[in-house]
């Protein structure tokens, strides 16, 4: 039996297997949106496969009855973690009035949900990085024990949004953890093309805070990162910015020939899958048995099941509510 | 009733506002320990202290974004451009962001921020310290524009701007700031946001028009009296949504219309006015509506010959009420 990691971070088996089941969950909910974009069923995917690690070992170790997110569009693996269900992800897919993202006013990937404190996000990349400060800055003046955490991707670090909002926290040394999931491409650009710099954590020298690199494809890692992360925003020691190196492993989007990268790398990329890494560490450190994974998996098909017969049986909003709510009502 | 100027009027609803509900908070650059390049914050730092009256790095975008932020999570952002002509890189953030949250999630979040900018000419600013921008911002369903042109508006106005519900531009003219004083009460007071307020009633022209040339249409109304030429001068104070009902029944009044705007006159506030009186007064009208503005130049020059000939003045105002009360 191998050495069990994460008992060193403080996280109990079941922890684990939860964070297993939430990456497997968000992989299946991903790989059935693609089915059903493929069968002409729903317009539009914009897919997370391949940081289900980075999302999830993230979003475990933040807060989850207090802290607040702002998560951008590939963070399927964030969201559900937050507490969105895969049947709230289908009725986004599919559009419908129940969808708790927008009543589907806005594309897939476009996540909200203030119950669950998860701050409603836009199509131009970066802007939720002021918006997560923002809160952070509230977080500040009220005296509250809570952290914000916003992500984004390599590409989107060249907006003006990044920098100003990075500046600003570092200023004003606020709780917020900034991680940008580094999948290597911005579409079709490659990083050599995107950034100058060596690696993105090493811009957050300039910005007056802690930078770190880690394996985003190691859910422990990206926890462990996280959780440091969060202890020095709470403690007062400021920001955090957090590079989770992983790999996109589907196209674009479902708009996108991927076309610019060699079928190779791809292939060599899967072979690093989180989703086939992490369940070898649980089956070989003892912490599940193939027949806790049989049945985790035959409870995670039923479930995207369930959530795609609902979503598309739900209704679509009346068309006249596209008049509603551009202004308190 | 104390004399005030209008921006005294500014400084007094932000300490009022800020005394009423901690949430509110000030953010921009140099509003803390100097109180503003204008003095529009002046005392507050040191009354209410650094977080409520926070110095932010000089970055627009941020000052935006980051008050949009704290304002969906419950806050009362105040943000402060240094000039309207700044408030360009913060674009993204007010239109893809602050004006659309609410509706993109379904009313799940909003964004009750005030962004307040100081526009306008007439004080040597050339180009970019001149300009008039509301009209980039006045077909964005979402947000909200006020351009208060007294003392007693400012403040009405600014404490409703603080406390709607969602996001609010006001736009200030930096030479009315210290040239208009009038009597403002001490005590509170709102005044709604959407409303347009007849400064002037006359029976024979109607001047629509907002912010520093209502008073240089009050002035020639004065003079064109003596001709016997009864002026009624309608100030939108709400540029955006526009007040249509005030706007219809303004023109319907006289059935001479005449607006007036410092901004270049090309697909300026003025052009949804008139729109808007061609909608629905037609038959009302005695003769085509006329429109005063600013010449379409990308903006006004520094030197003063230039500058004069760019701006609204009484005078540009009193040939064009004349000439249209004698078509």
Redesign the interface.
Known sequence: MSVKRHEALGLTDTEVIEMFKTMLLARKIDERMWLLNRAGKIPFVISGQGQEAAQVGAAFALDRTKD?I?PYYRDIGVVLTFGMTATELMLSAFAKAE????????MPG?F???KNRI??G???VA?Q??????????A??EKKDFV?FVTLGEGSTNQ??FH??L??AG??QLPVITMVENNRYAISVPYDKQVASSNISIRAKSYGMEGVTVNGNDPLEVYQAVKEARERAIRGDGPSLIEAVTYRLTAHSSDDDDKYRMKEEVAEAKKNDAIVSFKQYLLESGVMTEETLDNLTKEIDTEVNKATDYAEKAPYAKPEDAL?????? | MPVMSYIQAVTAALREEMLRDEKV?ILGEDVGKKGGVFRATEGLYDEFGE??V?D??L?E??I????????????R?VAEMQFADFIL?AV??IL??AA???????????VPITIRAPYGGGVHGALYHSQSVEAIFANQ??L?IVMPSTPYDVKGLLKSAIR???PVLFFEHKRAYRLLKEEVPDEDYTIPIGKADVKREGSDITVITYGLCVHFALQAAEKLAQEGIDVHILDLRTVYPLDQEAIIEAARKTGKVLLITEDNKEGSILSEVAAIIAEHCLFDLDAPIQRLAGPDVPAMPYAPTMEKFFMINPDKCEKAMRDLAEF
């Open positions: 607040y702002a969808d708790p993202n927008s009543g589907g006013r806005q476009h909200g949900q203030k701050l409603t836009s199509s131009p802007t990085v002021p918006h997560a400060v923002g809160v952070a800055l509230a500040k003046m914000s003006g949004d100003e909002g500046n600003f200023v004003h509603k709510f551009v202004y308190e009502e | 908070f977080y409520r926070l932010t790095p970055s975008s941020a935006a974004g980051v008050g949009i932020g704290a304002a969906m999570y419950g806050m952002p890189p993204n953030q893809s962001e659309r949250i609410r509706y993109r999630s379904n009313n799940d979040w909003n369903p979402g909200k709607d519900n969602d």
